[in-house]
């Protein structure tokens, strides 16, 4: 079993930056791909930003791409999202995901590939 815990949300005003902190419990962390997602109220949950096992290797959405950057530690089990230019559209409850089967590689991008899920963090972005 992993175990994933979020850390790093609050509040801040547009233009800001955030960097969202995930912990891993589990040996095995370096093997899997990680994930980051929001939720917006009434939205479904979609992909942010992925980054393969040894991290050489990182994907992001369409909304985020040049302002977040995923990045991880695998001696402290941890993956980060650093999030700059923020927007009030990026306001979300964040959640990191882990892959325990990745492609050779790669991360997926969708929320069905990955097994294991943090409880989430709450960013607010305010106008």
């Known amino acids: 079993q992993v175990q994933l815990v979020e850390s790093g949300g609050g509040l801040v005003q547009a233009g800001g930056s955030l960097r969202l902190s995930c912990a891993g419990s589990?040996?095995?962390?370096?093997?899997?791909?990680m994930g980051w997602f929001r939720q917006a109220p009434g939205k479904e949950r979609e992909f942010v930003a992925a980054?393969?096992?040894?991290?050489?290797?990182?994907y992001y959405s369409d909304s985020v791409r040049g302002r977040f950057t995923v990045s991880r530690d695998n001696g402290k089990s941890t993956v980060y999202l650093q999030m700059k230019r923020l927007k009030p559209e990026d306001t979300a409850v964040y959640y990191c995901a882990a892959d325990q089967t990745p492609p050779m590689g790669m991360a997926r991008t969708t929320v069905h590939g990955y097994d294991y899920w943090g409880q989430g963090t709450q960013v607010t972005v305010s106008s």
């Open positions: 980054i393969s096992w040894g991290g050489d290797t990182t």
């Open positions: 589990g040996r095995t962390f370096s093997s899997f791909a």
